[in-house]
């Protein structure tokens, strides 16, 4: 078992910047590719971004691409998402994953990921 806990959500205004985080506990060895999703009120639950074991490789959704920076620490088991330039439409619940198994050729199914924190809610006004 994997038990992730997600923190660091809020209210932001436009272009301002948040730091989320995401601690894993448990069997956190098993642990490949971590991941940050999202789900905006009304919608579906899209990739964010993720981060491979070793974090020498990244994946990010277009729409965060030079905004958003995944990072993650294997020694303190957390994984982080430094979120830059906020616009309204990254207002959503955010969510850590967590996939206990090696990379697979993508990273971005959320179906991959065996464990799911709770969520942090980001809120971004215009």
């Known amino acids: 078992q994997v038990q992730l806990v997600e923190s660091g959500g809020g209210l932001m205004q436009a272009g301002g910047s948040l730091r989320l985080s995401c601690a894993a506990s448990g069997r956190t060895f098993s642990i490949y590719p971590m991941a940050w999703f999202r789900q905006a009120p009304g919608k579906e639950r899209e990739f964010v971004a993720a981060i491979g074991r070793s974090g020498g490789n990244t994946d990010y959704a277009d729409s965060v691409k030079g905004r958003f920076t995944i990072s993650r620490d294997n020694a303190k088991n957390t994984v982080s998402l430094q979120m830059n330039s906020l616009k309204p439409d990254d207002t959503a619940i955010y969510y850590c994953?967590?996939?206990?198994?090696?990379?697979?050729?993508?990273?971005?199914?959320?179906?991959?990921?065996?464990?799911w924190g709770q969520g942090t809610q980001v809120t971004v006004s215009s």
């Open positions: 994953a967590a996939d206990l198994t090696p990379y697979s050729g993508t990273y971005s199914r959320s179906y991959q990921y065996d464990y």
